[in-house]
């Protein structure tokens, strides 16, 4: 027999031409699994990243990768100008890494707001870098710089002495075991013994010398000459008496004398005072075009206005550019050709009045050919480095001084455009608002660079920021994202910290809705990085690294992981971060105040007999009967997402008969398997029932309209558990 494989049905005549075996290939019904669940939103100020750009976290490495972490790390200091620091009263209100510091979300999507005061530029230049300091030079060492706008102009020539003291004529004779002290530079002090046979300059130099070991005193023929090591200003000698009168014998008088120069130490010069040399002599007279910066122990000569202009580097007195590491002759070209290099994210940059001002995000030159040169100049946003409210504004071209270069190229920096001052709390409040318009697209895009973008299907957002403005925009979102082709999203904010029970249970009023949770009482949570900084931090920092923070994310970690059907206030051992709540002054938490909280609406954190921490109450902030639930809010959109994902197949398709029951049993399908009937310990709901309902409205007939009705009974939560008991001596059991 033959066989034949098609996608129809075969006719009567197709099945009778010939003898065989006839495969119809029907492709499968819709499968019956439910939308996607445990997805939070956070909405909140980051250390890099983009703005505005809602983007899919795979973990903490991925989310630390794009977004960075909690303040910048500059050499060994780490947690340093953290965003956020302080505002409306409240430490750390809108750091997102505090925010999830120590959660573990199932998924997790970040929208970082953009808080900056405006844009720097950085601009390639044309450097010459020398090896790592310090340097050994001369006394008179002295170089020039040459760019292709002027030059040569010499630096100011190195200039350092040891300390000198000549001395006097010899006064009375020296007696047997006189004794004076000397100190060289930073060497110990040597008490000298003198004999009474040390009669003459010559002897008196000799006796010195050989306690000294080296040869630091001489007969110039007037006095005893003693000289130090150590050329520069950081040099000295040090003259005391240990026996009275005894320099006086030598020539000498008690006292500290300095060496000279413009180095602390001719052998080993820091590359500060070398650029100090060098921006001292004439070279900042080259049209104001060639600069020296000091680097991580280096010294940068560079071109500056220009990525294509030229630098060169010449000895004039010594070899002071072959001392440091400069090469001569030849100069460097052509800025924006060169190997790859970054500008990370809280780069410091500040004016002329050290105020200072970060980079917010990353950014990177590619490897410059001649074929393919750079981009001379990149502009990025910035903010105080003080993040509290309290920097002023900078004038356009005032922000000039780099505090971190790059270790292998050269960049300048300047402000194009004025620098704001810090932004009030209203207007942090309306970047929050952009932030999240941001997520309300019902779609996903790829980006070659953050990967996922999208908050298609976010269950559950909260910000970092607690201010009524930002509660009512995340209210708006939650109720925005559902109705227009996002999952259904539930909004979970709270009460400002250390508000008292009657203000908490007061504020929810505004902001009610069956898509907001409202949460009070906050929790404590040690947080190492801020540990790790201490109080020498300042503001927002502590020894022990212990914080006070609202609960909102807490319960939206606990409604991502836990099923839509679940009761958010049991035990489920997710809580174990929390070392303690907030108790504020004059508040008593027994039962009747979380009577009251449940009455208007608001979670509250409970530590339980076990010593578990726990929310009481499921609730939303909505009092409508019938939506005060949590676990009914969060199930319904888990169901109604779920059946519009399994009908999606059907839509737009001819209106047959079998593919309306298609629908019909997909659903039906979908609902079997929420009452799992054959695994009882799967049961999610306790009945449903799949109703075609396209009959019931004959309007809809020729309209291309067919409806569903899908009725679903929740299964109740153990929430009051009764125990009869009967306790005695004379207590009769039956048997059952």
């Known amino acids: 027999m033959f066989v034949k494989r098609t996608r129809t049905f075969p006719t009567l005549d197709q099945a009778t031409e010939l003898e065989r075996v006839w495969l119809v290939d029907q492709p499968p019904s819709a499968p019956g699994t439910g939308a996607g669940w445990g997805n939070a939103l956070i909405v909140g100020e980051f250390e890099d990243g983009p703005f505005n750009t809602p983007v899919s976290i795979y973990g903490d490495t991925h989310r630390k990768t794009l977004f960075g972490g909690f303040g910048y790390q500059y050499g060994s200091l780490t947690g ?8 409306l009263t409240e430490l750390w209100n809108g750091n997102g890494f505090i925010k999830l510091s120590g959660l573990k979300f199932p998924k997790l999507c970040v929208c970082r707001v953009d808080t900056s005061v405006g844009n720097v530029r950085f601009t390639l230049a044309a450097a010459r870098r020398t090896n790592a300091a310090p340097f050994s030079l001369a006394h008179g060492d002295q170089l020039s710089v040459t760019t292709d706008s002027g030059g040569p102009a010499n630096s100011t020539a190195v200039d350092g002495h040891v300390a000198t003291i000549t001395g006097g004529a010899l006064g009375a004779g020296l007696a047997n075991g006189d004794q004076c002290s000397i100190g060289i530079d930073h060497l110990p002090v040597v008490t000298i013994t003198f004999q009474a046979s040390d009669t003459t300059r010559a002897l008196i130099a000799a006796r010195i010398n050989s306690f000294m070991g080296y040869a630091c005193a001489s007969d110039t023929g007037v006095g005893v000459k003693i000289d130090g090591i150590q050329a520069g200003t950081g040099g000295h000698v ?3 008496d240990v026996t009275a009168g005894v320099l006086a014998k030598i020539g000498h008088i008690a006292g500290t004398t300095n060496g000279t120069g413009n180095v602390d130490n001719l052998a080993a ?20 075009e060639a600069m020296a910066d000091a680097n991580t122990g280096q010294v940068v000569v560079y071109r500056t206005g220009s990525a294509t202009g030229t630098i060169r580097c010449d000895d004039v007195v010594g070899t002071p550019c072959v001392s440091v590491g400069l090469t001569t002759g030849a100069p460097v070209t052509k800025a924006e050709e060169g190997p790859a290099f970054s500008l990370p994210a809280g780069t410091r940059v500040r004016n002329a009045g050290a105020t200072e001002w970060v980079t917010m995000r990353t950014i990177s030159w590619p490897v410059g050919t001649a074929a393919a040169p750079n981009v001379a100049t990149q502009d990025v946003e910035v903010r105080p480095g003080l993040d509290n409210g309290t920097i002023g504004a900078a004038p356009g071209g005032t922000v000039n001084v780099e505090v971190d270069l790059p270790t292998d190229r050269m960049v300048e920096v300047t402000n194009p455009a004025n620098l704001s001052a810090a932004l009030t709390e209203a207007q942090i409040d309306a970047r929050y608002a952009t932030a999240w318009n941001a997520t309300l697209s019902p779609e996903f895009r790829l980006d ?34 559902s109705e227009n082709g996002c999952y259904g999203r539930k909004f979970v904010s709270g009460a400002v910290l250390g508000t008292t ?20 009482r906050g929790w404590y949570q040690t947080i190492p990085e801020i540990a790790d900084v201490g109080a020498a931090g300042g503001v927002g920092f502590s020894d022990s690294g212990q914080m006070l923070l609202r609960a909102d994310a807490l319960e939206a970690m606990l409604q991502c992981t836990l099923n839509p059907e679940e009761n958010v206030g049991q035990d489920a051992g997710l809580l174990t971060m929390v070392e303690g709540l907030e108790l504020v002054s004059g508040d008593t938490w027994d039962a009747d105040a979380y009577i009251a909280a449940k009455a208007a609406g608001i979670m509250c954190l409970h530590s339980e007999r076990n010593g578990a921490y726990t929310f009481q109450s499921d609730v939303t902030s909505d009092l409508t009967p019938g939506l005060t639930t949590g676990k009914r809010r969060a199930f319904a959109d888990y169901a109604e997402d779920s059946a519009a994902l399994t009908l999606l197949p059907y839509g737009k398709k001819l209106a047959t008969d079998a593919r309306i029951a298609g629908a019909y049993a997909a659903l039906d399908r979908l609902c079997a398997g929420w009452l799992s009937k054959s695994d009882p310990n799967s049961q ?8 075609n309902i396209t009959g019931q409205h004959p309007e809809w007939t020729g309209r291309g309209v067919v409806g569903f009705q899908m009725a679903i009974t929740q299964l109740d939560s153990m929430d009051t558990i009764v125990v009869l008991c009967q306790v005695g001596e004379g207590t009769v059991i039956t048997a059952a």
């Open 269 to 288: 010069v820091t590359a500060a005072e070398l650029v100090t040399l060098i921006r001292s002599g004439a070279i900042l007279a080259i049209n104001g």
């Open 684 to 691: 999610r709901i306790k009945e449903c029932a799949i109703t």
């Open 238 to 240: 040090i003259l005391a």
């Open 80 to 87: 340093q100008n953290p965003s956020a620091r302080q505002h």
């Open 448 to 481: 070659a660079t953050w990967g996922l973008v999208g908050a298609l299907d976010v269950n559950v957002s909260f910000a970092a920021r607690r201010s009524d403005a930002v509660i009512r925009q995340g209210r708006q979102n939650a109720i925005d994202a």
């Open 501 to 520: 029970q009657a203000v908490a249970f007061a504020s929810v009023t505004a902001f009610r809705s069956d898509r907001v949770k409202y949460v009070t």
